[in-house]
């Protein structure tokens, strides 16, 4: 199947829209959906199923309403890695400056200890926690944000957490096991700032994405740097309340 950037996508009573951008399984090294966009001012962008797709003349067609792609999942950028590295070995013909990649990672470095706690691992579908989301520990401390997932025996068994000021980050593999809660776009761990920090490290996401562009970098440092602001403001304020509570 031939996905081109601005191809028409077609649905069963129409016109839908255009396919602007195709998402990647790096794993897999596989395409498993395509992003299209709705005719009009007014509609987000959309992401489509790989296989209720199929080839339409130039374009592609889905054997559903207008409507029924409407109720898709919408797309943000920050759920997925912009990669200008477009693999060959996939089974259709990607004609397209750069893609959408899903944050999935290996790292043979701390295989041993993500094996260790894989009684948890979860399978890709069934795991809903957003990149970028906050992460929190037991006790309501901030700890940091999601870069991405880390992959083994095809679940995802930890969590990439990237923690530390901006300049001094580095990423945190936390077994999946240890996810308490998901709220929407925050994630609670089942453990103290203290048991975070024993945690493994691993550049996986460092090493497996594209460079981002020194714009980028400046505004994902930026919103990193008030977060943990916030976090740093907050402790002392807890910690001044509690010394005068104490002198009283």
Same mark, same amino acid.
């Given at each position: ?9 077609e649905?069963s009573?129409?016109?839908f ?40 003349? +130039? ?8 409507? @029924?792609?409407?109720?898709? %999942?919408? $797309? &943000?950028?920050?759920? =997925?890695? +912009?990669?200008?590295t ?5 089974? @259709?013909?990607?004609?397209? %400056?750069? $893609? &959408?990649?899903?944050? =999935?990672?290996?790292d ?17 579908s ?8 906050s ?22 068994a ?18 999946i096991?240890?996810?308490n ?16 920090r ?26 990193n ?18 010394r ?5």
């Amino acid at each position: 199947m031939d996905i081109r950037q601005g191809a028409p996508l077609e649905a069963s009573d129409g016109t839908f829209g255009a396919v602007v951008d195709a998402v990647l399984d790096p794993i897999d090294q596989s395409v498993t959906f395509v992003v299209a966009e709705g005719e009009g001012d007014h509609h987000q962008q959309r992401r489509i199923p790989m296989w209720l797709l199929e080839q339409s003349g +130039r374009g592609l067609r889905a054997d559903v309403t207008r409507a @029924h792609l409407r109720s898709f %999942q919408r $797309v &943000l950028e920050t759920d =997925y890695v +912009r990669s200008r590295t477009i693999p060959s070995s996939t089974d @259709h013909r990607i004609e397209m %400056q750069s $893609v &959408l990649r899903l944050p =999935y990672y290996l790292d043979e470095g701390v295989d041993g200890f993500v094996a260790s706690g894989a009684d948890g691992a979860v399978a890709k579908s069934d795991c809903e926690i957003r990149r970028k989301s906050s992460v929190v520990s037991c006790n309501d401390r901030l700890l940091g944000e999601v870069e991405g997932f880390l992959v083994r025996d095809g679940n995802i068994a930890a969590v990439i957490v990237r923690s530390g000021l901006a300049g001094f980050s580095h990423d945190v593999a936390v077994p999946i096991a240890l996810v308490n809660r998901v709220f929407g776009d925050m994630i609670s761990l089942a453990c103290d700032r203290d048991r975070f920090r024993a945690l493994p490290t691993t550049n996986a996401a460092r090493v497996g994405g594209d460079p981002l562009t020194s714009g980028e970098t400046l505004r994902r440092r930026s919103a990193n740097m008030a977060l943990w602001g916030q976090d740093y403001v907050a402790s002392k304020v807890a910690r001044l309340r509690n010394r005068f509570i104490r002198t009283r």
